[in-house]
Nanobody, 126 residues
Framework: QVQLVESGGGLVQAGGSLRVSCAASGRTFSTYSMGWFRQAPGKEREFVAAISWNGDSTYYADSVKGRFSISRDNAKNTVYLRMNSLKPEDTAVYYC???????????????????WGQGTQVTVSS
């Protein structure tokens, strides 16, 4: 029921940083846990990071832990993903997702997310 639009993708050199954003429509954003997923060409969609409704809890995939940081600003209906120390293997389309239900639980499984953005391309050159 929530509409999501990602932005901020682009081309960056290995070792560089980039921040992608996800803007949500409506006034219900703060009731959902949020997540970031990514999909590279020929690969399945994979979990990247997730954050609870109030931002107090976060989870990260092992492949990005220590390099990526998820945050949210409920007053702006926006969730962010700051990506540092980028690697060529981080190249993918990055998707923002909202949990299927209003919840205090932080989800990491794709089946628990019911709303998806269109994606934003992140390309890391070597």
């Amino acid at each position: 029921q929530v509409q999501l639009v990602e932005s901020g993708g682009g081309l960056v050199q290995a070792g560089g940083s980039l921040r992608v954003s996800c803007a949500a429509s409506g006034r219900t954003f703060s009731t959902y846990s949020m997540g970031w997923f990514r999909q590279a060409p020929g690969k399945e969609r994979e979990f990247v990071a997730a954050i609870s409704w109030n931002g107090d809890s976060t989870y990260y995939a092992d492949s990005v832990k220590g390099r990526f940081s998820i945050s949210r600003d409920n007053a702006k209906n926006t969730v962010y993903l700051r990506m540092n120390s980028l690697k060529p293997e981080d190249t993918a389309v990055y998707y923002c997702a909202a949990s299927r239900y209003s919840t205090t639980v932080v989800y990491t499984r794709t089946a628990d997310f019911g709303s998806w953005g269109q994606g934003t391309q992140v390309t890391v050159s070597s």
